[in-house]
């Protein structure tokens, strides 16, 4: 697949594979970014993969300006192969659907012709992969929802969603690591945090991501909270 | 350690920002003009990443409780001790029990205060910037407010002897000012009217002519509604050629958004890692600060440099602040 560079301002240098997010796109976006990583470049200071870019943050010196760091890059990136297969972790979300929790799933219902079950039942049973992790600290872009419980954003975006709040809007799925604003409809919630600003990896999740949403009752969702409560 | 009588505005504690977090959504924070917060900290023999305390507008009410020296860099917000206006942009001894004030915005938009030693909050994510969306950092994750007890780390030996020196000189409660300040061509002006250098953006192209020459020839004004994750700018609507619907990718410090409505927004430290609205330009890194310390109501006009260009500006000023620490440091060893 052929990657084109160009500068995103002047310390900073953007790897483009696509305009569309495909299988195929998110691939290379993610074998991209594991050699870059693995690589180690010295002027390099972070990457940044999104869907179908990668942008590398390089300290600028007298070695350093633009052409170097894309030699240096186009030297590392030389060796993928299209074949590069990257193991996928599976996680498991809990889900408490519906009630305080969830003030919006009826609206998902109605609005597609469904019962309050059925929204969970096909919420749940999807399989989903992170596409990226942006908009806030530990945020998953996820793809993958089925169109059936597909919802408009809110008109008018709430000033306060609740951290941990999981929701749809358009044909996406997510869940808000911090407390934000925010429009999308909010069908449940999790006990588990996906923002961990004192771990060494500080999300939940990561690009490449499987995921599944397991529903549990709102007392599983309350004992969940006490026993990380006791844990801390 | 310094005691907070009146948090001002917005005083947050901030360093060169949380590096190497983006790709799990953390935002880089850390202080908004980055060449005014390094000078404060060459200033008292800090290293440039330091945390320092960023004044926005309204300053803080500030009593020092331990004899040290600090200075004060960036946008003029006519500070003064007990009551006596002090000079910027030099080192400064203050005892125990002198009130640091801010009264009236005379130039600038924000000032930089650092303590020899730095202020010695603890790192998250190997940063001590303050992130208040995620209440993380600085100080517990929020801007500094009255009754705040901020902690000094330890300074360096020479600057320690210093202390001792001026401890025993100057009576209590009271305070010494350099009578020596930078070359005048390191101290920045703030005017009202600010022309700054811009690349191109990555989606410039998908704009209209008249809009790619708008954004060049006319004058933006910063609306009110600017702050730490972004400066709105007010000025001729700019439209695509077509309607395009781009995916998020990532941006940087300086890029130049222009959302649906037609009016550019210039991301600021506080950015989301990542937009999907198209850049139409970059503000080239050396003269952010220049946008820092813009006010709402003041003007910016953009001028087009390449790439290269902007990374030699870049070296210049990393060879001017390596000339500046060595200077700064001989005159310390004979006092401030």
Known sequence: ?232 | MLQIEKGGLQTTIQDLGRRGFQKYGVIVSGVMDTYAHRLANILVCNGENEATIEITLLGPHVTILSDCIFSLTGGDLSPSINGVPIKMWRPIFAKKGCKLTFGKPISGSRTYLSVSGGIAVSEVMGSRSTYLRAEIGGFKGRALQKGDIVPIGESSDSINRLIDKYTKEVSPASFIQADWTLQSLAIPHYPSKSIVRVIDGRQRTLFNEKSQDNFLNQAFQISAESDRMGYRLKGPKLALKEPTELLSEAVSFGSIQVPPDGQPIILMADRQTTGGYPKIGEVATVDLPKVSQLKPGEFISFKEITVEEAQIAMLEERKLLNQLTKAISLKLKEGI
């Open chain 1, 1 to 232: 697949m052929e990657i084109i560079y160009s500068p995103l301002g002047d310390d900073a240098i953007l790897l483009e594979v696509g305009h569309k997010l495909t299988k195929e796109t998110t691939n290379t976006v993610r074998s991209i970014t594991r050699l870059i990583e693995e690589a180690s470049i010295d002027p390099v200071i972070e990457v940044i993969p999104a869907f179908t870019t990668v942008t590398v943050l390089y300290d600028v010196s007298t070695t350093c300006r633009y052409e170097n760091i894309k030699g240096l890059l186009e030297k590392v990136l030389v060796e993928m192969t299209e074949l590069d297969q990257i193991e996928q972790r599976t996680i498991e979300i809990p889900v408490c659907y519906g009630g305080e929790y969830g003030p919006d799933l009826e609206f998902v219902a109605i609005h597609n012709e469904l019962t309050v079950e059925e929204v969970i039942t096909i919420h749940s049973a999807g399989t989903y992969e992170v596409n990226m992790i942006g908009f806030a600290p530990g945020f998953p872009f996820i793809g993958g929802m089925s169109e059936k419980i597909a919802a408009p954003r809110r008109s008018t975006p709430r000033l306060r969603i609740p951290e941990r709040s999981v929701g749809i809007a358009g044909l996406q799925t997510g869940v808000y690591p911090i407390e934000t604003p925010g429009g999308w409809q909010l069908i449940g919630r999790t006990p588990i945090d996906l923002f961990l600003p004192h771990e060494e990896l500080p999300s939940l999740l990561q690009a490449g991501d499987r995921i599944v949403f397991k529903p549990i009752s709102e007392r599983e969702y309350t004992r969940w909270g006490e026993a990380c409560n006791a844990s801390n």
